[in-house]
Nanobody, 111 residues
Framework: QVKMVESGGGLVRPGGSLRLSCTASGIFLAIKTANWYRQAPAKERELIGTITDDGFTTYADSVKGRFTISRDNAKSTVYLQMNTLKPDDTTVYFC?????WGQGTQVTVAY
């Protein structure tokens, strides 16, 4: 079975930073594209960034220049480094690999 588990969410101040992790099991992560999404209450899930098996990344305009996706295949983990966080970044963040969703991790940006 394939499973994704997100971690690293929490409460941060505006302008602060946070690193999320997505750890995969039951899958050979090294050959898979990984995606990060977020979903605010009553809104559709939004793709915020992608990293390919070769390490190439793309980002949504809303996070470009602030967020960075990386991967450590030896640890079967994909990371989302979030800098210069804004209150509008507050939501639940999900990873998706091989069409499998994690349960999400809550990020709250507030004083």
């Amino acid at each position: 079975q394939v499973k994704m588990v997100e971690s690293g969410g929490g409460l941060v101040r505006p302008g602060g930073s946070l690193r999320l992790s997505c750890t995969a099991s039951g899958i050979f992560l090294a050959i898979k594209t990984a995606n990060w999404y977020r979903q605010a209450p009553a809104k559709e899930r939004e793709l915020i960034g992608t990293i390919t098996d070769d390490g190439f990344t793309t980002y949504a305009d809303s996070v470009k220049g602030r967020f960075t996706i990386s991967r450590d295949n030896a640890k079967s983990t994909v990371y989302l480094q979030m800098n210069t966080l804004k209150p509008d970044d507050t939501t639940v963040y999900f990873c998706n690999v091989y069409s499998r969703w994690g349960q999400g991790t809550q990020v709250t940006v507030a004083y």
